[in-house]
């Protein structure tokens, strides 16, 4: 299975839960009079568009190079998770305001029955956070990545409603608002991953130096082609799951241009081959 292809079929099983448990939360929020589940709700609610903008931005992406995009489509995955940003971001603002407003107003303590509900909802979300960043790492998808968090933010507004609501419970009058404060909880995590994930991407966008362990392995690769004395400079840009890498290879002085150009060539294809995720490969010849 390609890479796009895994990606996809990632993107299609975060949407598929988290249609579901969205539904799930709506239903016991309302019904078990849980303000905390109504954010996580909420949250689950944006998790849907958001998986769908990373569907679309992967296929988007994955598509070739053509005349008016020579490098690819590459950078419309880090686009995308600036929009996944973006949707965090307007879920936490919503649950902070209606966590204020609840605040500010009495209401009764959430049903018991909620907290079996929240429990089995926290196992689910930690398991796809797992199981969506795993895929994401295997295929190098900053998109992906961002919807693995989605999981795990989800499992920790989750598990801070699922502390209100325990401590709603537990004890009694009075303590109601700890459901309101668990949600105020939740939405301060969901902006803290909002940033990170900002970083992540704007360091892809702006071409930030971030991989000296994938040249250490273009260095290793280069080592083991005849002809090829060193590797000078080697600077790497992450486009989509994929990068372009521009290098200096040092060859003898004192060989022919059509031999040099036979050494340039025969690097770049053994390490397309060593490195299939290098889909732009530019070197230039410094004589030695």
């Known amino acids: 299975m390609s890479k796009e292809q895994t990606a996809i079929k990632t993107a299609y099983f975060s949407i598929l839960g988290n249609t579901c448990l969205a539904i799930i939360k709506w239903f016991a929020g309302f019904f078990g009079n849980s303000y905390a589940i109504k954010a996580d709700a909420i949250e689950s609610t944006s998790d849907i568009f958001s998986s769908i903008f990373v569907l679309f931005g992967i296929k988007y992406s994955s ?4 005349r008016n995009y020579p490098y690819g489509y590459g950078k419309a995955e880090s686009l995308i998770t600036f929009l996944i940003v973006a949707f965090l971001a307007v879920s936490a603002s919503i649950i902070t305001y209606q966590s204020i407003q609840n605040l500010q107003q009495p209401h009764a303590s959430p049903e018991a029955w909620t907290l079996y509900v929240l429990g089995a909802i926290i196992l689910w979300k930690e398991g796809c956070y797992r199981f969506v960043l795993l895929k994401s790492k295997k295929i190098n998808s ?8 989605h999981h795990r933010s989800d499992a920790i507004t989750s598990i801070a409603a699922f502390i209100g609501i325990s401590v709603a419970l537990l004890f009694g009058k009075g303590f109601e608002y700890a459901d309101d404060w668990a949600a105020l909880f939740a939405a301060a995590f969901i902006f803290y991953n909002c940033f990170l994930l900002l970083k992540t991407a704007l360091a892809e966008i702006m071409d930030e130096h971030l991989y000296d362990d994938l040249i250490i392995s273009i260095k290793k690769v280069a080592s083991n082609v005849d002809g090829i004395i060193a590797i000078e400079k ?21 060989l022919t241009i059509r031999k040099g150009h036979a050494i340039s060539h025969a690097l ?6 060593e490195i299939p995720e290098l889909i732009s490969i530019l070197i230039h010849i410094e004589p030695n």
Request: aromatic fraction near 6%; include cysteine.
């Open 63 to 66: 598509k070739p190079a053509d």
């Open 142 to 149: 900053s998109a992906l990545k961002a919807d693995a968090w």
């Open 234 to 254: 080697c600077l790497i840009r992450k486009s989509g799951m994929n990068y372009l890498v521009d290098m200096h290879a040092t060859l003898d002085a004192n």
């Open 268 to 273: 770049k294809d053994k390490l397309k081959q």
